[in-house]
């Protein structure tokens, strides 16, 4: 991917909080995204050793505990991981989550059994988070939490709400220059959830319905339907192939999702159903790039640069490890991906020649929802994920 043009759009990342201390020039809160040189990286791993000793006495082992291996996103994250560490010259094991909570757990007492000096955890179940990390702390092992927060953990990964906001109010926007505003109003919105992952991952969800409702005042709410996407294309397909038998024939259906596997799921029930041409979706994640470019009511996709996510994630552990304050929270800025600027984020992919909306992102409402967040009670305990615009 060509950092220049996400550096041109904005600084990938940004921070929760107050700026880390610089640890060789690294500060994950002002910091272009661009893979840092591998001798730079060494040179880190060097300064972390002097404070922290590897655990084998050879070499620092940094376990990663991957969501899913099979799932773009997830394998786009790995891949990512992995070219650090080896820049690095740190060993990575690597497990596989696979989507469930009690797997998770496991994984994390066999990286605790390894003796690992630092621990990537990327699970959905936030049911187990305080579990694991109460064995992480046990073990005086530090651990970075991808997405969905552990307690204690640094959090890194997707700003939910303005993410889950982008997509709402850009298919609002899309669904009105297809269909016309009469219309969209007549239609249904279908919104994949994702209810195992807990309250931060919900903002994103949440957000991007709040994005839709508030960009069509008057909309109907009892024509948005939800369903449990259980973060998988396939799931999502069967909720909404059950879901299509309420939604009358010839109006717009309007998708979304928790990410882009289980938006393209509602939009292969749609087209299994014959309805393709009253259906349009936006992603979130824009990892799916090949289903954008060829599915043409996938119409955007909010971008997250997984394949980035190393850039931050391998420095941001060496520097703890060196003693170094990192930001509690650091979230992903993020970027609308579309058929027309494809090629400037992923060169590989070709821009279509489409006429595209006019998007304009609504920021007084969503400063607005942004407030409502503070007193939502299942947020009390993680207020620094909630973003300050």
């Known amino acids: 991917m060509k950092l220049a043009a996400l550096t041109a759009a904005g ?3 940004c921070a929760t909080a107050a700026l880390a201390e610089d640890f060789h020039g690294f500060d994950p809160s002002n910091f272009d995204g661009n893979m840092l040189p591998s001798e730079q990286l060494k040179a880190m791993v060097a300064d972390a050793m002097k404070v922290s000793p590897p655990k084998n006495g050879k070499t620092y082992s940094i376990a990663f505990a991957n969501l899913q291996r099979g799932i773009t996103f997830c394998a786009k994250v790995e891949q990512g991981i992995k070219a650090d560490a080896e820049a690095a010259g740190v060993d990575l094991p690597i497990a596989d989550n696979r989507l469930d909570g009690a797997t998770a757990l496991a994984n994390a007492q066999s990286f605790i059994n390894r003796n690992v000096d630092y621990v990537i955890e990327f699970q959905t179940d936030a049911n187990f988070g305080a579990t694991i990390m109460q064995q992480m702390n046990a073990a005086g092992i530090k651990v970075t939490a991808i997405d969905i927060p552990m307690p204690g953990a640094t959090f890194f990964g997707v700003n939910n709400p303005r993410a889950g906001y982008m997509g709402g109010s850009y298919l609002a926007q899309a669904a009105i220059a297809k269909y016309g505003l009469d219309k969209v109003k007549a239609g249904y919105f279908l919104e994949g959830e994702l209810p195992q992952s807990g309250p931060i991952p919900k903002m ?50 309007m998708g979304t999702a928790i990410n882009d596997q289980a938006t393209t799921g509602i939009l292969r029930a749609a087209k299994q159903a014959g309805r393709e041409a009253d259906t349009i979706v936006v992603g979130l994640g824009a990892d799916e790039v090949d289903t954008l470019v060829n599915e043409p009511n996938f119409v955007a996709s909010v971008g997250s640069f997984p394949e980035n996510y190393g850039n931050y994630i391998i420095p941001m552990a060496l520097g703890q490890l060196a003693g170094k304050a990192m930001p509690p929270a650091v979230l992903v800025h993020h970027v609308m991906v579309t058929k027309g600027n494809v090629c400037k984020y992923y060169p590989k992919s070709p821009c279509a020649q489409v006429k595209e909306i006019d998007y304009k992102f609504p920021q007084d409402a969503f400063a607005k929802y942004l407030v409502s967040l503070h007193d939502v009670p299942e947020l009390k305990d993680v207020q620094n994920l909630i973003p300050s615009n």
Not at 227 to 232: A, C, H, M, R
């Open 204 to 253: 994103r969800t949440d957000g991007q319905v709040a994005g839709f409702l508030d960009s069509i005042p008057g909309f109907d709410p009892s024509h948005v339907l939800k369903f449990d996407s259980k973060n998988t294309l396939e799931e999502s397909f069967a909720q909404t192939n059950n879901l299509l038998g309420k939604i009358p024939a010839g109006v717009p259906i």
């Open 11 to 13: 600084a990938l990342m």
